[in-house]
């Protein structure tokens, strides 16, 4: 089972919702969004989703943005905020909720594309089931790093310096002595142009 991103969006302006909500629609086809004009119903909604990102207005009616995202994040901690604002002199009191981003309206495409490229705190594909699953397996994750590396024609120095470790990392995954946490996972499927799910599902090494 594939983790499916849950996305809020938070503005009194159901236009602006709306508006955000096919962009993103464009461009996380496969993400779960929920969009909401009514300030009191954003505490709420996120008790009860737990969302992964969160895009919000820092202006609302008897409500303040960045006060809401405090209690979000005492909730959960690694949720991504994304302000927006038609206002640039919130940005620096935004910032110490540690945001991903902080978009300007009119918002533009490309924004929303940099803000979901360089989150605060990266959304894998993986769930702690195919986690469990496949380190109960032993090695069977370092034989499929070395099956995807060899098909690669890329020897253990060449992975080595492309993830930024030692040949001797590199070597301790593939033996199954040691396993790299989530975020490294990521960072390998990118590295050896492999989907996620390649290397913890279920083929044949």
């Keep these: 089972m594939v983790m499916i991103m849950k996305i809020l969006i938070a503005d009194d302006h159901r236009y602006i919702v709306d508006d955000l909500q096919f962009e993103l629609k464009q461009l996380l086809p496969n993400a779960d969004i929920t969009g909401t004009s009514d300030p009191k119903s954003i505490i709420k909604l996120f008790e009860r989703e737990l969302f992964d990102i969160v895009f919000i207005d820092i202006m609302l009616p008897g409500a303040n943005g960045i006060e809401l995202v405090k209690q979000m994040l005492a909730v959960k901690p690694r949720t991504n905020v994304i302000y927006i604002t038609g206002f640039s002199e919130f940005a620096l009191d935004s910032y110490k ?22 989150l605060r705190y990266p959304i894998s594909s993986i769930t702690d089931k195919m986690i469990e699953r496949e380190f109960a397996g032993g090695a069977t994750i370092g034989r499929k790093i070395t099956k995807f590396r060899e098909e690669r024609a890329m020897t253990r120095d060449e992975l080595a310096v492309n993830m930024n470790v030692t040949v001797q990392t590199i070597s301790r995954w593939e033996s199954g002595k040691r396993v790299p946490d989530v975020i490294t996972f990521m960072k390998l499927a990118k590295v050896l142009a492999v989907d996620p799910s390649k290397l913890f599902g279920d083929i044949d090494v």
Excluded: D
């Design 97 to 118: 909720t540690y945001a991903s981003a902080f978009l300007l309206k009119p918002i533009k495409t490309q924004a929303i594309k940099e803000a979901l490229e360089n």
